[in-house]
């Protein structure tokens, strides 16, 4: 059974910048997409980035020129660069282990899931 670790998360004023990290445990990573989904309190779950094997990326419209999804499979490691952080950041950010060797903004494609990190933008 897969399991996910970040970190990275925290508090950052707007226009600041974090960078997240999750590290999959097991020798799959290689072989899978993985993807952040992040979720505000009263909000739905929304799709943030997502990378494939082949580094084919996919982001978010709210996110996109502002966020970098990357991976380091010698790690086991999928990041989340977020710069020019806005209030409307604010969330808890899931890392999602993909299915498939493909990333996808569908939560259906993944599992397991990361236990969830906070991020905190004030203005």
């Known amino acids: 059974q897969v399991s996910l670790i970040e970190s990275g998360g925290g508090s950052v004023q707007a226009g600041g910048s974090l960078t997240l990290s999750c590290v999959a445990s097991g020798n799959l990573f290689s072989r899978r997409g993985m993807a952040w989904f992040r979720q505000a309190p009263g909000e739905d779950r929304e799709f943030v980035a997502a990378i494939g094997t082949r580094d084919v990326t996919d982001y978010g419209n709210s996110v996109k020129g502002r966020f970098s999804i990357s991976r380091d499979d010698a790690k086991n490691t999928v990041y989340l660069q977020m710069n020019s952080l806005k209030f409307e950041d604010t969330a808890v950010y899931y890392c999602?282990?993909?299915?498939?060797?493909?990333?996808?903004?569908?939560?259906?494609?993944?599992?397991?899931w990361g236990q969830g990190i906070q991020v905190t933008v004030s203005e």
């Open positions: 999602a282990f993909g299915r498939g060797s493909y990333g996808s903004r569908w939560p259906e494609n993944y599992d397991p």
